[in-house]
Antibody, heavy 123, light 107 residues
Framework: EVLLVESGGGLVQPGGSLRLSCAAS????????LSWVRQAPGKGLEWVSV???????YFADSVKGRFTISRDSSQNTLFLQMNSLRAEDTAVYFC?????????????????WGQGALVTVSS | SYVLTQPPSVSVAPGKTATIICGGN??????VHWYQQKPGQAPVLVIY???DRPSGIPERFSGSNSGNTAALTISRVEAGDEADYYC??????????FGGGTKLTVL
């Protein structure tokens, strides 16, 4: 079965760090484009970061310099390292897959989503 | 940065047709994708490349895109279609962009 399963969410103080994991099954994390998308409580979806098949990474301006995205092929897992966390980073974080063809065409979309992990930044 | 504008809410009676619009500057030149999200669940892709349906999505869901407006149309609306709907595009200056979402209420 093709699945994405996030873990690692929790409560963290402002200025703290947290690492989210997203375990993939049914496909390899290096064979496709994987993103993190977040949703603040009661709000809409916001793209956060993407890692390309070749390893290039990109970030939304709101998290640039504070978050890093990586993947481990031996664990078939995607990670999001979040540092210098702020209250406005409080959200459910989803990992999501984009078909490689959609990036080749310059029109990426998400065909598979994880169930989400809640990150709460509060003192 | 590129902005996508959606109405906050749309209401429709069962069996009728619902249209959810997504506005953006010259959005007709881009490919628009649509997601359905029910409370407490992850989003689900319902339309990609403006009008293509993933396998498993009913034919009642269709999409169009022209000029400054894209639209998701749901025919013969059912109670189970009640959800939030988001449009999404790729923009070279903003990367992946989502609309603010539209809450579809089935009366």
């Amino acid at each position: 079965e093709v699945l994405l399963v996030e873990s690692g969410g929790g409560l963290v103080q402002p200025g703290g760090s947290l690492r989210l994991s997203c375990a993939a099954s049914g496909f390899t994390v290096t064979s496709t484009y994987l993103s993190w998308v977040r949703q603040a409580p009661g709000k809409g979806l916001e793209w956060v970061s993407v890692v390309y098949t070749g390893g290039s990474t990109y970030f939304a301006d709101s998290v640039k310099g504070r978050f890093t995205i990586s993947r481990d092929s031996s664990q078939n897992t995607l990670f999001l390292q979040m540092n210098s966390l702020r209250a406005e980073d409080t959200a459910v974080y989803f990992c999501a897959r984009s078909p490689s063809g959609s990036y080749y065409l310059g029109n990426p979309y998400f065909d598979l989503w994880g169930q989400g992990a809640l990150v709460t930044v509060s003192s | 940065s590129y902005v996508l504008t959606q109405p906050p809410s749309v209401s429709v009676a069962p069996g009728k047709t619902a249209t959810i619009i997504c506005g953006g500057n010259n959005i007709g030149s881009k490919s628009v994708h649509w997601y359905q999200q029910k409370p407490g669940q992850a989003p689900v892709l319902v339309i990609y490349y403006n009008s293509d349906r993933p396998s498993g999505i009913p034919e009642r869901f269709s999409g169009s895109n022209s000029g400054n407006t894209a639209a998701l149309t749901i025919s013969r609306v059912e109670a189970g279609d009640e959800a939030d709907y988001y449009c999404q595009v790729w923009d070279s200056s903003s990367a992946l962009v989502f609309g603010g979402g539209t809450k579809l209420t089935v009366l």
